[in-house]
């Protein structure tokens, strides 16, 4: 079975900080991993994925993510944080491909000044 | 840039009453996808669909909910009887040749 764990259900960094949001899955087969943001009132934009290639990935708005197998993590890093990167923030695992995902139960990312 | 379109954005029902939500996937998309969240939860995966058949659903897809992709363009969710736990976002998505999901912007149910 997949499953997904999102440590720290919120995130509070001041603008120019490093934001690290984690993320650990767990998979029965080789995943393939991702990071969905959500803005107020808007639906799910893919951040950026893993799908068996390389490890670190990176994805729009300066975010990237390294998929670390012994860990079994794919943690969401940004150098230096904006304010426009308060949003909600959903890690993902699909077993083996796409269609199916199963996702974390999200963290809220506030960037205060 | 293609979009996945919901309608409606907020719909408010009585409870027992039947609800459908609306799609309108991207167009050359063959896979469909609903999901839903309930607030302050996570998103959770309700049924996929492809060549005009469920693909794969989950556990709470019962017999209140079915889909259908009526005219080749929409796909909708009817959920019958409604009940106060079916408040939610409800999440389609869609994807093509490269299996990424696209998601429209929700649904939003609420049942009184």
């Known amino acids: 079975a997949q499953s997904v764990t999102q440590l720290g259900s919120h995130v509070s960094v001041s603008e120019g900080a490093l934001v690290l949001l984690r993320c650990n899955y767990s998979?029965?087969?080789?995943?393939?991993l991702f990071w969905y943001v959500q803005y107020p009132n808007q639906g799910l934009q893919l951040l950026l994925k893993?799908?068996?290639?390389?490890?670190l990935v990176k994805g729009i708005n300066g975010f990237e993510a390294e998929f670390k197998k012994s860990e079994t993590s794919f943690h969401l890093t940004k150098p230096s944080a904006h304010m426009s990167d308060a949003a909600e923030y959903f890690c993902?695992?699909?077993?083996?491909?796409?269609?199916?995902?199963?996702f974390g139960a999200g963290t809220r990312l506030a960037v205060h000044p | 840039e293609p979009e996945v379109t919901q309608t409606p954005s907020h719909q408010v029902t009585q409870m027992g009453q039947e609800v459908i939500l609306r799609c309108v996937p991207i167009?050359?998309?063959?896979?469909f996808y609903w999901y839903r969240q309930i607030l302050g939860q996570k998103v959770e995966f309700l049924v996929s669909?492809?060549?005009?058949?469920?693909?794969?659903k989950s556990e709470i897809f019962d017999d209140q909910f079915s889909v259908e992709r009526p005219d080749g363009s929409n796909f909708t969710l009817k959920i019958r009887s409604t009940k106060l736990e079916d408040s939610a976002m409800y999440f389609c998505?869609?994807?093509?040749?490269?299996?990424?999901?696209?998601f429209g912007e929700g649904s939003r149910l609420t049942v009184l």
């Open positions: 993902a695992v699909s077993p083996g491909g796409y269609n199916k995902l199963i």
């Open positions: 998979s029965s087969v080789p995943p393939y």
């Open positions: 167009s050359n998309h063959l896979y």
């Open positions: 893993y799908t068996s290639a390389a490890t």
């Open positions: 669909f492809y060549n005009n058949e469920i693909s794969e």
């Open positions: 998505a869609s994807s093509g040749s490269t299996g990424e999901l696209f």
